[in-house]
């Protein structure tokens, strides 16, 4: 069942979102007892932050999305105590608003890292995220930067928010990146009719959940043919058939965030099913791995949806 | 599931800047379950029920204070009821409450009278000022109040008013309690010989409340708070933070 991203081997294929019961090393063990294959730490900055004022998450009544602005609160280097703790492929989630902060906080957390991912992508923290995903050329220079200053693969996530989401990640590989990750949330906004205020405390927040999943499938599907680094699938997997879809779109592994709403022993559950489904069709998980874009006919090849 | 607005229809002053707000729904709520309570503009926070149509209320900072100077006819939101709420013993149960936790413990001491179950509870508070529902909980259960500088019954620590009931009544077929974490962990300490009897009520930071940001998620087990608790058997609880430790909304450490 192992598998293996950036010269990095899970045990299985479906790892922990980052953000999501991330905090602190004993949340993320009990997603590795659970069942997934490797964790994405809770994003970590240059500076501690509290995050914004709430409400910060909630799930809409409809189960399809829930809204998050959490606001990137973290602890700072004082993660350092959490993340030493954790006994699994460990992926370091980091930020910053500059390519040196970057650099800086993967530096620091160099020693419990198995790969870093780099959050380029998060739509509600000004200066953070997305102001530096959104844009290819800053994309290159933090990539590269962190690149310079450690020696564990880097993986690079993309935001949905954008018009051609491989302009991105070509950035990113050409920056050095080992991977992509596909996607982050997708900039949104809920309003409360009733009071006639926005719900998060914050106003935009991000769109996580089903909803999301069309769109960052269609990420990693566009973004498997303008890369040589293997892809990361993540939006709205909440079952073993949500993770093949990103599998056959052309990532190698997915993550999991918001479904583990339903419980977190979902994270195993979706590891088996992929495993029965490969059996099934006997399958390995290099011809998994994009075999949509086989079958797809050549005419509906340019992307357009006429 | 999205916030619900609510509006205030009493307010009732418990103590000093503690307060009791009724609202115009009620809701089909079990004791030691928690709503996120939205001040508009301000913050969200999460609150116990109290009542199925209330909460009560302690300012210690910005929101809770602009709850607590909410009137009549405002409005505000909700989300929720959320977590695991406290098993109803039928039996005897000895209840030992204070501060913030006053509110499940109310619910729990009617539940497990209406349930048939013997029901002894206890409330702490450092002065008179500060008891809250020993009035209301004396019609359906034993009450007795500790103040820690004797302006109300026994003067001390709730627990040593407890060391006293045990004396007198026997030890508990079952314990619960929720209020000040020393206070919970010296309440499991007296039952360290069968910590499976004894069910806790947690407050730890929440964003979501719904088990998916990880910021109420406790040591060693990991377990979120907000959906596996806020109640727990004192078995879940060894060898970890609780007693000793909390974190705040940047994830950091703050001791007790
Ligand atoms: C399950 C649960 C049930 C609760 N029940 C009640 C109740 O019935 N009555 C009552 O008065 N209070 C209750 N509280 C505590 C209440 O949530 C905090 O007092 C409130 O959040 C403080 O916010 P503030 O803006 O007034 O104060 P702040 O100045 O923001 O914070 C004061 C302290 O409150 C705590 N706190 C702040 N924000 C949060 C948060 N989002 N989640 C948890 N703790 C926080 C922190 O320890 C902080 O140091 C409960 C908490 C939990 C977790
Ligand atoms: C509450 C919450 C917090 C999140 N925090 C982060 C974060 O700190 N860093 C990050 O890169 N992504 C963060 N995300 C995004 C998720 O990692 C993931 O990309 C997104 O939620 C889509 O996946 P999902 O639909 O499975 O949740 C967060 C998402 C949620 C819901
Ligand atoms: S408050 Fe978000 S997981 Fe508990």
């Not at chain 2, 004396?138 to 007795?144: E, I, K, N, P, Q």
């Not at chain 2, 979120?224 to 609880?237: A, K, M, N, T």
Request: hydrophobic residues 40%; aromatic residues 6%.
């Amino acid at each position: 069942m192992s598998v293996e991203v950036s010269g990095i081997g899970f045990d299985d294929p479906v790892l922990l979102a980052s953000g999501i019961l991330g905090s602190t090393g004993a949340s993320l063990n009990r997603a590795l007892r659970s069942g997934a294959g490797g964790v994405v730490t809770k994003s970590i900055g240059p500076r501690e932050r509290t995050g914004h004022p709430g409400p910060n998450v909630f799930v809409d009544d409809s189960e399809e999305y829930a809204l998050n602005a959490v606001g990137l609160s973290n602890p700072s280097d004082a993660f350092t105590d959490e993340v030493e703790k954790v006994e699994g492929p460990t992926v370091v989630s980091v930020f910053g608003g500059t390519a040196d902060e970057f650099a800086d906080v993967a530096g620091t957390f160099a020693p419990y890292a198995d790969a870093f991912e780099l959050n380029v992508s998060c739509p509600h923290a000004e200066g953070y995220g997305v102001d530096i995903g959104a844009d290819a050329e800053l994309t290159r220079d933090v990539t590269a930067a962190v690149d310079e200053a450690v020696d564990a693969p880097v993986w690079v996530k993309m935001t949905p928010d954008v018009t051609d989401v491989t302009e991105i990640g070509v950035a990113a590989q050409e920056g050095g990146a080992d991977a992509v990750v596909a996607t982050n949330t997708l900039s949104a906004m809920a309003i409360d009719v009733e009071s006639g205020r926005p719900i998060l405390g914050n106003a935009h927040g991000g769109m996580s959940g089903s909803a999301l999943k069309p769109v960052a499938v269609r990420c990693v599907y566009d973004l498997y043919d303008a890369l040589d680094i293997p892809i990361v699938g993540v939006g709205g997997v909440s079952s073993a058939e949500d993770a093949l879809e990103y599998m056959l779109a052309g990532a190698r592994a997915v993550e999991v965030g918001t479904a583990v709403w339903d419980g977190v022993e979902v994270l195993g559950e979706i590891a088996d099913g992929i495993e029965t489904y490969k059996k099934d069709n006997d399958l390995s998980h290099d011809e998994l791995v994009g075999r949509a874009h086989e079958l797809t006919p050549k005419e509906d090849g340019d992307g357009g949806e006429g | 599931m999205r916030p619900i607005t609510l509006e205030v229809t009493d307010r009732v002053k418990e103590g000093d800047g503690i307060a009791t707000l009724r609202f115009d729904r009620s809701f089909d709520v079990s004791p030691g379950e928690f709503g996120m309570f939205w001040v508009h503009g301000v913050d969200e926070i999460p609150m116990s029920f109290a009542y199925d149509d209330g909460v009560t209320v302690r300012g210690v900072g910005e929101a809770t204070d602009a709850m607590l100077s909410l009137s009549e006819g405002d409005t505000f939101g909700v989300r929720g009821p959320f977590g695991t709420p406290f098993d109803v013993p039928d039996d005897d149960v000895v209840i030992v409450g204070g501060g913030t936790g006053m509110a499940p413990v109310a619910l729990l001491t009617e539940a497990a009278s209406a349930n048939g179950a013997d029901v002894t509870t206890l409330i702490g508070a450092g002065t008179a000022d500060e008891l809250v529902f020993e009035e209301r909980l004396s019609r359906v259960a034993d009450v007795r109040v500790a103040t820690e500088d004797g302006t109300a019954g026994y003067e001390g620590l709730v627990t040593g008013l407890l060391d006293d009931v045990t004396d007198e009544k026997g030890a508990p077929s079952n314990v619960g309690s929720c209020g000040p974490e020393p206070m919970m962990s010296a309440v499991l300490d007296r039952f360290d010989d069968r910590p499976g009897d004894v069910q806790l009520c947690l407050e730890r930071y929440m964003k979501c409340g719904v088990g998916i940001c990880g910021s109420c998620c406790i040591d060693d087990t990991g377990s979120p708070v907000c959906s596996d608790g806020p109640v727990y058997r004192g078995d879940e609880l060894t060898n970890g933070e609780f007693g000793v430790y909390h974190r705040d909304g940047a994830a950091r450490k703050k001791y007790f």
